[in-house]
């Protein structure tokens, strides 16, 4: 059963900092191209970070220096470190497969402001 299940939000003061975490039941995990994806309101979902099978990361512009993606794939984890936040990053987070994303999970609430 496919299953994403993200963790770690919650309020931040801007220039703050905040580690997302999501637990992954997906097969071929460790093959998998996995991402980061966020909905803030009234907006579509983005995608934000892409964490390739052997770790490395690929950023969208808006977080690139600030965001950073990670993997576990011992414990089929993925992370991200978010860094000097600002009220422009206030939204629900996703983790999913980079291609072909489906059964979205709840997501995790952040929210900067001070």
């Known amino acids: 059963q496919v299953q994403f299940v993200e963790s770690g939000g919650g309020l931040v003061q801007p220039g703050g900092s905040l580690r997302l975490s999501c637990a992954v039941s997906?097969?071929?995990?460790?093959?998998?191209?996995m991402a980061w994806y966020r909905q803030a309101p009234g907006k579509q979902r983005e995608l934000i970070v892409s964490i390739q099978p052997g770790g490395g990361s690929n950023y969208a512009d808006s977080v690139k220096g600030r965001f950073t993606g990670s993997k576990d794939n011992a414990k089929k984890m993925l992370y991200l470190e978010m860094n000097n936040v600002n009220p422009e990053d206030t939204a629900v987070y996703y983790c999913n497969r980079r291609i072909r994303p489906e059964y979205w999970g709840q997501g995790t609430q952040v929210t900067v402001s001070s």
């Open positions: 997906v097969s071929m995990f460790h093959s998998t191209i």
